[in-house]
């Protein structure tokens, strides 16, 4: 099997990225099986790249208590693995495609019945009280945050997109199946907005990321087509510090720049490696693309896992 791992995946650290502490129930449920990953040749260009391997590994609970196993520990470093899941035990279609996110016993409800717009809010004390869990759309503006949006629910204007960056200036909920919310932020690093249209981000960090109870996970997305930017760097880095859990969702992975640029899957590696000093423990990832729909029922069956074990406990 751990030849098999080194195959498919990125080499990133495990982390498991959830507000509320581990434990495991044995629910099993029935695991859907995927098709191969996308066209995009990133395995193969990975494949030799297994320097981060040795890198330290951590026992979750789910693990047994003693040394670890050398497969363990490349397990263990190189993907996400969900309460309930012991990491000895995992098979490749396990793994979703594109991610290095394994399902665990907790996926499950991952349909898109119903969805609807709740309100807007321009502060972080304006956002509905509420105790359903909820995802919030991260990154810069235009890296698809209100597209990923549409793409997820299955509708073409949920969220109002634009060519034009600074399209979304509110903080908008949409509730999903009654059940949990997908918040669509404004986007940062967006200079050239507007005054109105800039977010005052010191007060929303402080109001929303750092004390909303029922943020279950962040979802940073960063746009895999161009190189990685400081701005995205340094957010990625000051939600690990924070330990508000996260999950780095690549976009616009059908976008090719031309035949000199890299491609998104060398744009995503690169990422991976610059943030990677700072986090010990390296959190889930996925390609997506809202224009192919590549990662759209995958990123739903992992927000499935981390919502129902939020649920749970
Ligand atoms: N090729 C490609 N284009 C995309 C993708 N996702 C979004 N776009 C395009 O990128 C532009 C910005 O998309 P938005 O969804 O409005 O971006 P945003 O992050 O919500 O932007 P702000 O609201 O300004 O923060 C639009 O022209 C989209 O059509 C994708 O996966 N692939
Ligand atoms: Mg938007």
């Known amino acids: 099997m751990l030849f098999a791992l080194r195959s498919r995946l990125f080499t990133l650290q495990l982390t498991s990225l959830l507000h509320k502490p581990q434990s495991f129930c044995h629910c099993h449920k029935n695991l859907p099986s995927f098709s191969p990953p996308s066209k995009i040749q990133m395995f193969e260009t990975l494949r030799s790249n297994t320097h981060f391997c040795n890198q330290a590994s951590f026992a979750t609970k789910a693990s047994k208590p003693g040394p670890l196993s050398e497969s363990t520990k490349f397990v263990q470093s190189v993907l996400f693995v969900p309460p309930g899941v012991n990491p000895d035990e995992i098979t490749d279609d396990l793994i979703l495609p594109g991610s290095n996110i394994v399902l665990g016993p907790y996926a499950g409800d991952a349909k898109i019945k119903e969805v609807e717009f709740v309100k807007s809010s321009n502060r972080p004390k304006d956002c509905p009280k509420d105790d359903r869990p909820e995802f919030a759309m991260l990154g810069r503006s235009n890296v698809g945050k209100s597209s990923l949006i549409n793409a997820l629910v299955r509708k073409k204007e949920v969220a109002l997109t634009s060519k034009k960056p600074g399209k979304t200036q509110l903080i908008n909920h949409f509730l999903v199946n009654k059940s949990w919310y997908i918040v669509d932020l404004p986007g940062y690093g967006f200079a050239n907005a507007p005054e109105a ?77 610059l943030i990677r000093e700072n986090y010990k423990r390296h959190p889930p990832w996925i390609m997506t693309s809202s224009v192919t729909g590549l990662g759209r029922d995958e990123l739903l069956l992992h927000l499935s896992q981390l919502r129902n074990f939020w649920n749970n406990e």
């Open 197 to 273: 249209a800039r977010m005052d981000w010191s007060a929303f960090t402080k109001g929303y990321f750092l004390n909303r109870e029922t943020l279950v996970s962040v979802l940073l997305l960063v746009d895999a087509s161009v190189p990685p930017q400081k701005i995205d760097l340094d957010c990625a880095n000051w939600l690990g510090r924070n330990n508000i859990p996260l999950t780095l969702v690549f976009t616009k992975c059908d976008k090719m720049k031309g035949a000199k640029a890299k491609r998104p899957d060398e744009n995503i590696r690169d990422f991976q490696q």
